[in-house]
């Protein structure tokens, strides 16, 4: 039995299936993220929903202008995203929430076939260096010319960069790795080289 089919007969009331992505169909910025929760988008079925790790993140977007609330707590609660998308580099709930590299692999076909058809795309936003690693293969771009650092800029082409930030997990919000005045930072400089207006609220202490 999978670890997938083993999550799902242990919470029969969870999604535990694949994830799909979230947000704007043709999304100036494009959040990636790691892979579902076990408690959280297993759980509900949408990405960051029901999770610590959304907590921060959805907040942010809220007072960036791109959510319509700042709180996600179930997939029917009717939140939406502006301009946003959130995509994961692996679908389906790893193990211990630490993905394998085959797993990485194994579902970076379909990140890179979702990419390919959101054309709007001026930002991606990776939530950790496993997002970073994860978005430059599927863009068949090679890792070391583009070194994953928190608050780091790539300039991918002549239209398209790659901001990134520490993932927005339970462990880095508590040990102060990343605060919430770091996160809306990489947030609203997202926003800027997005062409979105940047709101002066993500820039409160």
């Keep these: 039995m999978t670890f997938r089919a083993r999550a799902r007969a242990a919470h029969p009331d969870y999604w535990a299936r694949p994830v799909p992505s979230f947000g704007a169909a043709e999304p100036r910025i494009v959040i990636v993220g790691l892979a579902p929760g076990m408690h959280g988008a297993n759980r509900t079925g949408r990405p960051f929903t029901g999770d610590h790790a959304g907590i921060l993140l959805y907040r942010t977007l809220y007072e960036a202008g791109l959510a319509s609330a700042p709180v996600s707590e179930s997939a029917a609660d009717g939140l939406a995203l502006v301009n946003a998308r959130i995509v994961n580099a692996v679908k389906c709930v790893p193990p211990e929430n630490k993905p394998l590299p085959r797993e990485i692999r194994s579902c970076n076909a379909y990140l890179a076939a979702e990419l ?39 300039r991918l082409d002549a239209a398209q960069y790659l901001v990134d930030s520490y993932h927005c997990s339970r462990y880095n919000t508590s040990t102060g790795r990343l605060t919430a005045q770091m996160f809306r930072a990489v947030v609203a400089r997202a926003c800027e080289l997005a062409g979105l207006p940047v709101r002066a609220s993500v820039f409160r202490p």
């Design 116 to 154: 390919g058809r959101l054309s709007a795309v001026r930002v991606y936003l990776a939530l950790g260096r496993v997002a970073h690693d994860a978005l430059l293969m599927a863009r068949g771009l090679p890792r070391p010319r583009y070194p994953f650092g928190h608050a780091r800029e790539h």
